[in-house]
Nanobody
């Protein structure tokens, strides 16, 4: 298992930007496919983005494509989610996840390690 801690959430207005960070510890970070998921109140956890082990390949949910960018720095054991042009419907708790899995895996069941989440609230 790898331990994950997210940061960078907050309250912003529609159209603003945020960058989430997720710091990993405990295992060899570069062995893991990394992903971001989000969960809004009353809704199921949904896939947002995933990045391959080396960082060279990324995949996004259609709802965030063109606005969000996932990246990783294996030297810093950190994965990022840059979120631009935020919309009220992006409001959710954002979780990062690590998995010894194939890429791209958009199923939360494929990830064995999860962070506690960081709240992102976008006002209209």
């Amino acid at each position: 298992q790898v331990q994950l801690v997210e940061s960078g959430g907050g309250l912003v207005q529609a159209g603003d930007s945020l960058r989430l960070s997720c710091a990993a510890s405990g295992r060899t970070f570069s062995n893991y496919v990394m992903a971001w998921f989000r969960q809004a109140p009353g809704k199921e956890r949904e896939f947002v983005a995933t990045v391959s082990r080396g960082g060279g390949s990324t995949s996004y949910a259609d709802s965030v494509k063109g606005r969000f960018t996932i990246s990783r720095d294996n030297a810093k054991n950190t994965v990022y989610l840059r979120m631009n042009s935020l919309k009220p419907e992006d409001t959710a708790v954002y979780h990062c996840a690590a998995g010894l899995t194939f890429w791209p895996n958009t199923n939360p069941g494929g990830y064995g390690s999860w962070g506690q989440g960081t709240q992102v609230t976008v006002s209209s």
